[in-house]
Structure formats: structure tokens, C-alpha cells
């Protein structure tokens, strides 16, 4: 979402690189109206990896249903691919937004 602010907000910013599905959460979300009038879309990069990982006692991605998930910080495009499909499998998580290099120390040092 910062990207999509920074081009247009910012002056001599004239090109941003997104994931997809932010963009598609912008337009629905509707955060910037008339984005159809002022974005271009040039051309597709990469694939996005989704990395899922979570303890040895959850087996399926239903497991994590009313559980707490970490999916980084608000706003950012993990957060938004994240819920995104927390919604599309239909499974309510309680997301919490903590730096994944926080919550991979935490892990490490318990």
C-alpha cells in the first residue's frame, strides 16, 4: 500500500512495484478512488511465494481457525495476500502485525 501512496502522492515518483492482489484490495477497498485513472500496469515481474509456517502440532491451514497468526506488519503486502486468503478459505484467524524479524528472533530465543 505504501508504494501505491508513494506514486501518487510523491513528486518524481513515476513507478511502483506491487503484488497483484494489493492492488486488487486497493480498488475494492477503494483507499484510492479513480485509481483506474492514473495507474498503468507495464508488466509482470515474478510469481510471489506464500510461505506458510506454524508449529509441528498444526497439520492443515484449517487447523489455524480462531488461532492467533502473524502475518507482518499492517499494510504491508504479505498482510493484505495473508488475509486475503485466510478469506477466501473461509477459516477466521486473529492476525497479529509483528515484524517477522521480531517474531523469528522470539522464536530462536524462545
Keep these: 500500500m505504501q508504494n501505491l ?3 501518487k502522492l510523491l513528486r518524481g515518483v513515476d513507478l511502483a512495484i506491487l503484488q497483484t492482489d494489493v ?3 486497493a480498488r475494492q477497498a477503494n483507499y484510492f478512488p479513480g485509481i483506474e485513472t492514473w495507474i498503468s500496469y507495464i508488466a509482470k515481474l515474478y510469481n510471489e511465494e506464500f510461505h506458510l509456517l506454524a508449529r509441528r502440532d498444526v497439520k492443515g491451514v484449517a ?4 488461532q492467533r497468526v502473524n502475518v507482518d506488519l499492517r499494510g504491508a503486502g504479505t498482510a493484505i495476500t495473508a488475509g486475503r486468503l485466510f478469506d477466501l478459505l ?3 484467524v486473529a492476525p497479529t502485525y509483528d515484524d517477522q524479524e521480531v517474531c523469528a528472533w522470539e522464536t530462536a530465543h524462545g
Design 5 to 7: 501512496g508513494d506514486l
Design 90 to 92: 473461509n477459516i477466521a
Design 23 to 25: 492492488l486488487d484490495y
Design 63 to 66: 487447523d489455524l481457525a480462531n
